[in-house]
């Protein structure tokens, strides 16, 4: 990785063009606040195309407008020539169709990272990305601090820590559903301690970030990871704590975030960051 937010695998001469085309493989909660973003902030990004699962395309296109292709198939999408594929789906949407976009030679923006907690997938990926001159990129997420922990890690890291803390009703249809009486919860209680591979597989919805951070320091197996269930937490809130340790001092970051108003597992801002990301290419003609 070469900075905070995101990975890069290969090179390539890109021709400065005026407008970002970006594509983007699902329609939930994350995408439609790209869309308002873009539409408030105005930059030179355009959002060609979106692809959704068989038998959303029409309701989709309703909420998108005529001026975006809604497709049902990946060959559909990348027919309409984006610079960037945003993942804003799921982790099986990185497995079934990550590989197929790097190969293509176009730069995939990866949020369901946890899908990375198979270190295969993630090889492959990375050689896919390094064959083809794309660029597989992960944005920050609901966090702050990787550039620091980025750095850090090019010296010695000791200790890395995340623990992810939502309220007891983000951890719905979960392991924890089954571990814990989620509604009689009443103080902060660890609902799930482990690798970050564990947790993206486990919370796939809720513990991305859990290899992100793995991926920006110490790596799959030397990276601590805790979920917690917070019900003192601020109402339509999450938050999360990251802790470091290296011979070049000591980090420790913590971040209160609104959650989004549909979706309390992901935080207002996840988006936010994969905005800010894309936008940072556009001003950098980093395409």
């Known amino acids: 990785m070469t900075r905070a937010g995101e990975a890069m695998a290969g090179s390539k001469s890109r021709n400065k063009k005026k407008r970002l085309r970006i594509a983007l493989i699902g329609h939930g909660a ?23 699962r068989p038998g959303r395309a029409k309701a989709t296109q309703k909420k998108v407008g005529r001026k975006v ?34 190969a293509k030679g176009i730069d995939l923006m990866v949020i ?53 803390i939502k309220p007891p009703h983000a951890w719905s249809g979960t392991p924890a559903e089954t571990d814990f009486d989620l509604p009689a919860i009443s103080e902060p209680t660890v609902i799930f301690r482990g690798t970050p591979a ?39 809130t999450n938050a999360s704590r990251l802790e470091v340790v290296s011979d070049s001092g000591e980090l420790r970051l913590e971040r209160l975030g609104r959650s989004m108003p549909d979706n309390p597992k992901t935080g207002v801002l996840t988006a936010l960051t994969m905005a800010d990301e894309l936008m940072k290419m556009v001003r950098a003609s980093d395409w």
């Open 30 to 52: 994350i995408g439609q606040m790209l869309f308002d973003v873009f539409a408030e902030k105005k930059p030179a990004i355009d959002i060609v195309g979106v692809l959704v």
């Open 69 to 102: 292709a809604v497709v049902e198939t990946l060959p559909a999408l990348l027919k309409l020539k984006p610079d960037v594929v945003v993942e804003a789906a799921s982790q099986q949407a990185v497995r079934d169709w990550g590989e197929a976009i790097l």
């Open 112 to 164: 369901a990272t946890g899908a990375y907690g198979d270190p295969k997938l993630w090889k492959r990926h990375v050689a896919a990305a390094a064959r083809s001159g794309a660029r597989l990129r992960l944005p920050a997420g609901a966090i702050a601090g990787l550039d620091g922990l980025l750095a850090m890690r090019l010296g010695k890291l000791e200790r890395v820590k995340y623990t992810s």
């Open 198 to 236: 564990d947790a993206g597989r486990l919370y796939p919805k809720n513990a991305n970030l859990a290899v992100t951070v793995a991926l920006c320091g110490a790596g799959l197996d030397r990276t601590d990871i805790e979920l917690v269930a917070d019900p003192t937490l601020p109402p339509g």
